[in-house]
């Protein structure tokens, strides 16, 4: 269920961007312009689309029943197959840019391994409406939750655009990468405890039989 759970997700990212966000944002910008709070409007884009779009997953009756059993494991599947799209995607329109860089492809080590660590936030993310599925608690509690974290990854990408505490080009490349990876390890310690607490739910299970 995991591979299944995967490629459910592998194209909900491109679909959510111009399904959702894309004619969301064409109105807002075609009726108000780039006025400030559009822009801030657009901050919640991410949160706000990419979070639901990945619970679609639990959507398919065979998945929803593997998440049961392991929330986690079908959390990193779904969260891996969501971000490897998103890297398509990113992919697709880099190259399509009029200022590609004609680059080997190892010059773009770190495009990768930042992809590849926000697959696995992703992951991360989704194990907290999954896990609340799991348990029988509120599952749109949780994926407020996710949503809410997905908004705090994001939200110092804007304040690097406005430069905010003055700190440069290079003071806030610095500052992102640390706090992605603040991110990543914060994301290992919640998906531990997860994956902790369901294996003793599950080994609950056939005691309460």
């Known amino acids: 269920m995991a591979i299944l759970a995967f490629l459910v997700a592998l194209p909900l990212q491109p679909l959510v961007f111009y399904l959702v966000r894309l004619p969301i944002d064409g109105i807002l910008r075609s009726n108000f312009g780039l006025s400030g709070w559009v822009v801030i409007v657009s901050l919640f884009y991410a949160p706000l689309s990419e979070e639901p779009a990945k619970w679609l997953t639990a959507a398919i009756p065979a998945v929803r029943r593997a998440i049961v059993r392991d929330p986690v494991t079908l959390a990193l599947s779904a969260g891996c197959g969501f971000g490897v799209g998103e890297i398509w995607f990113l992919a697709h329109a880099l190259v399509g840019a009029h200022d590609y860089p004609d680059a080997p492809f190892w010059a773009f080590g770190g495009f990768m391994l930042e992809r590849l660590e926000v697959c696995f936030l992703h992951g991360a993310l989704v194990a907290l409406p999954f896990a609340a599925l799991a348990k029988g608690r509120s599952f749109l509690l949780?994926?407020?939750?996710?949503?809410?974290?997905?908004?705090?990854?994001?939200?110092?990408?804007?304040?690097?655009?406005?430069?905010?505490?003055?700190?440069?080009?290079?003071g806030?490349?610095?500052?992102?990468?640390l706090w992605i990876a603040g991110f990543v390890v914060a994301g290992a310690f919640l998906v531990r405890r997860l994956a902790s607490a369901a294996n003793l739910l599950r080994r609950r299970g056939p005691e309460r039989q």
Do not use: C, E, K, S
Not at 172 to 177: D, E, S, T
């Open 142 to 170: 949780a994926g407020a939750a996710a949503m809410a974290l997905h908004f705090l990854l994001n939200v110092p990408i804007y304040f690097a655009q406005l430069d905010l505490f003055g700190l440069g080009r290079v």
């Open 172 to 177: 806030w490349a610095v500052a992102l990468v």
